[in-house]
Each structure stands twice: as structure tokens, then as C-alpha cells.
């Protein structure tokens, strides 16, 4: 299957787009910061959805989903700080779309664990 296919591969490409523009609106000295971070850790998702299902077989596949789901928790940890540090506002659709992403690479991790 072609990962631009996958549910969790379009979820968390919107989850990009969400963490750019909620980080757009961080002080401008925390670009290089939690901006930054908080980005690649986004960006990583989708990236290693995409490389894992570019490997040979399920065993590289789900070594590159254990990696996103280690993003999507480094992530979910960044927003966090973000609202405790006040550099934005909760954010119900940011937090609705990580636990999204959370629970269907895990369930897409089980499922090629129980396939192979």
C-alpha cells in the first residue's frame, strides 16, 4: 500500500500544517527553540511513515512507526510546555489530532506485529 494512502500518513500531515501555524505565533526568540523542535519532531511523523513503507518488508516498516510514535510523544510533550510556558493557548484541535495520530500508529504498529 502506498503510504499517501494510509489515515495515519494524512492525519499527521495535517498535524504539520497545525503545528506550523500554532508555532508561527511563538516569540520570535524561540525560533530556533521550541519552534524548531517542535516542527521536526511534526514533520518526522509523516516522514517516517512515508520511508517505512519504502522499505523492503514490514520488519524496516514497523522499525520507522516505532520512531514516529517516539515523535508523536516528543511532540505532544512540546505543546505542553508551549501552553505552560504561555506561548500559545490550548488548542482542542491540536490535541484532538495527536491523540488521533497516537492511537492509529500504535494500532498500525500492532497490526503489522500481528501480520508478521
Not at 494510509?6 to 524561540?30: G, N, R
Request: no cysteine; hydrophobic share 40%.
Amino acid at each position: 500500500m502506498n503510504h499517501k494512502d494510509l489515515d495515519v500518513w494524512k492525519f499527521s500531515m495535517d498535524l504539520v500544517e497545525l503545528v506550523y501555524q500554532e508555532t508561527a505565533k511563538f516569540p520570535k526568540e524561540e525560533r530556533y527553540g521550541l519552534t524548531s523542535q517542535m516542527r521536526r519532531a511534526a514533520v518526522s511523523i509523516p516522514s517516517n511513515i512515508a520511508e517505512g513503507s519504502g522499505r523492503k518488508g514490514d520488519k524496516e516498516l514497523i522499525q520507522f512507526i516505532a520512531i514516529a510514535v517516539g515523535s508523536i510523544a516528543e511532540l505532544e510533550t512540546q505543546y505542553m510546555i508551549a501552553v505552560r510556558l504561555q506561548f500559545i493557548k490550548k488548542n482542542s484541535t491540536l490535541q484532538e489530532l495527536l491523540v488521533k495520530v497516537r492511537k492509529l500508529l500504535i494500532g498500525y504498529r500492532n497490526y503489522l506485529n500481528r501480520k508478521g
